[in-house]
């Protein structure tokens, strides 16, 4: 996933004391998605998509579920503006 790719370099550069914390983390969220994948609230403006916060971290991901498969969306910075809004 290219946002992850992206998060992940900036994080090395700039803040390579949490990198690993944060890949942590991130698996954490993973994990809690692939065991209760409804447990995340759906997103208001997207029908189907559900938003999970990485608490400690100011990123948010994205993903929906379709036939059993959890597809991860977006990894996003939550002071940006959210992903679907950029696409304009």
Do not use: C
Not at 72 to 82: D, F, I, P
């Amino acid at each position: 996933m290219r946002d992850l790719d992206n998060i992940l370099e900036f994080i090395k550069l700039n803040y390579p004391f949490i990198l690993t914390a944060f890949e942590k983390r991130l698996r954490a969220v993973e994990q809690r998605i692939g065991r209760w994948p409804k447990s995340a609230k759906e997103v208001d403006q997207r029908p189907g998509v559900r938003v999970v916060s990485l608490i400690r971290y100011p990123y948010k991901l994205f993903y929906q579920i379709t036939d059993d498969v959890i597809e991860v969306l977006y990894l996003h910075h939550a002071a940006r503006q959210e992903p679907w809004e950029e696409e304009h």
